[in-house]
């Protein structure tokens, strides 16, 4: 049996998966190997083929990969809920984003960081069209094709970081203002599942069991996640 466990999580989870690794060895389980990326780029990976005992997603992306056959069905446990929220750059001022109305007037007049792949980025893509400003949103904006949007705050690019809560705290040098008006999102439900051809498989279920316990709860509001 490895003395480690190949996890694949969605980049919402890499803040909780980093913080609760150390945790779950101190209670006797084998070291977590964890690689992150958004959802749709594990998909890919996946079904390339690329080997793994545990994978995080969102809750539709990890149903497709077990009607794949890929996950094993009865393995899949919910573990969180995720928001998409706005930051800035640390000591700047924090605009209103409370109402659809302040939202849509700060939004046009910043320049707008956002991610092409992940749940956020295509909620937040889905949200400028129904407002009717993603033209003008778009023409400004730094559009990056995966990885953290905040990142572009601190350099200088951007004044508005978009993405999920949890992956906003994870950058340095930034505020996050809070998360969009709830009315306008649904929130991203992630969860965890055994690959169908786990290499190490009892230890994957011990860790899905840990992962969905109470012990983690506070470690994944930490983060920026309902659990």
Known sequence: MSDAIRVLSTLALKGAVHGLAGQYQAAGGVRIDADFAPTLALLDRL???EAA???I?????????AREGRVAAESCVDLARSWV???VKAGAPHPDIATEAALRATLLGARVAYSRLGASGILFAKL????GIAAAINARAVIIP??????RLVTGEADLAVQQISELKQVGGIEVVGP???ELQTPAVFSAGRMAEAQNAGEADRLLRYLASPDVAPLLRESGLDP
């Open 180 to 182: 969009i008006p709830r």
């Open 47 to 49: 079904r390339a083929g």
């Open 146 to 151: 995966q990885g953290f949007t905040a990142e």
């Open 128 to 131: 400028i069209e129904r407002l």
């Open 57 to 65: 997603l969102t809750r539709e992306g990890l149903d497709e990969v």
């Open 53 to 55: 005992d545990v994978v």
């Open 85 to 87: 929220g706005i930051a």
